[in-house]
């Protein structure tokens, strides 16, 4: 079983920067990936980024792709999503899933973070 531990997140101003943190303890795997994602008040959930567990190969939504950085530290087990010149569409509740990924799209999620909110001002 895995469990993940989110921190981070906040109120920032447009343009602003923060970081929000990922900890997995557990039965992690090579085989699993770690996934942001986000849901705005009345909004789907949508994919923010993704790092392999083994390649540490990344994964961007095109929507913060040049602004986020996903990354992860082994000897943490913890996965890391920089984001920088935010804007007040990034706000939402963050959201960190382990799991396995087919075609492009995580498959089975063995555990979801607790989340976090991120509230960007314009």
């Known amino acids: 079983q895995v469990q993940l531990e989110q921190s981070g997140g906040g109120l920032v101003q447009a343009g602003g920067f923060l970081r929000l943190s990922c900890a997995a303890s557990?039965?992690?795997?090579?085989?699993?990936?770690m996934d942001w994602f986000r849901q705005a008040p009345g909004k789907e959930r949508e994919f923010v980024a993704r790092?392999?567990?083994?390649?540490?190969?990344?994964y961007y939504a095109d929507s913060v792709k040049g602004r986020f950085t996903i990354s992860k530290d082994n000897a943490k087990n913890t996965v890391y999503l920089q984001m920088n010149s935010l804007k007040p569409e990034d706000t939402a509740v963050y959201y960190c899933?382990?799991?396995?990924?087919?075609?492009?799209?995580?498959?089975?999620?063995?555990?979801w973070g607790q989340g976090t909110q991120v509230t960007v001002s314009s």
């Open positions: 557990g039965r992690t795997s090579s085989d699993y990936s």
């Open positions: 899933a382990m799991g396995t990924v087919f075609g492009g799209s995580m498959i089975n999620v063995v555990s």
């Open positions: 790092i392999s567990w083994s390649s540490s190969n990344t």
